[in-house]
């Protein structure tokens, strides 16, 4: 009886919340915007060996007709900061690279605000050149010495 009197209570005030909710229509939903990814390729991986220290990174989308709003090149990781030039484009160039190894992605943005990501690794190893320094300007007593097709061509 006690639950039946609460029923008695409780049911009318539930039929008048729902009776005072407006209808709304939800307006559909695009799948494409929804089932369709943003696809960003980076590119392969790159080595290259110093002295060069600056890389081309080549990125595109793979659905370009979906409307790219547009490409943004950023630094992930690495032994010193890069100098990104066109950071903007699908095409960007690294510069001021330093032994070690670096990530760059690439994000594509499309016109829906959809975006996609890739990355690329830089792998800079050190020079197949030493430079030796034989002279020290300090050396008051230094003297150049060269030859020239077998003849003596000091100073």
């Known amino acids: 009886m006690k639950y039946f009197r609460l029923s008695l209570i ?17 307006p559909p939903i695009s799948t494409k915007s929804v089932s369709q990814k943003v696809l960003a390729q980076a590119g392969a991986d790159v080595t290259i060996t110093l002295p060069q220290d600056s890389v081309q990174l080549t ?3 793979g659905n370009a007709a979906d409307g790219i709003a547009g490409y943004l090149w950023s630094q992930i990781s690495g032994p010193a900061e890069a100098f990104l030039i066109n950071e903007a484009s699908a095409s960007a160039k690294a510069r001021h690279l330093v032994e070690g190894k670096y990530q760059f992605q690439f994000m594509v ?11 690329v690794e830089v792998t800079v ?11 020290p300007t300090n050396n008051p007593y230094e003297t150049n010495i060269g030859l020239y097709n077998g003849t003596d061509a000091s100073n």
Do not use: E, Q, Y
């Open 10 to 26: 409780i049911a009318p005030l539930v039929f008048a919340m729902l009776g005072s909710c407006k209808k709304t229509s939800v």
């Open 59 to 61: 990125g595109k989308s």
């Open 109 to 119: 943005i499309n016109k829906d605000g959809l975006t996609g990501v890739d990355t």
């Open 125 to 135: 190893k050190p020079s197949d050149v030493t430079t030796l320094d034989l002279s």
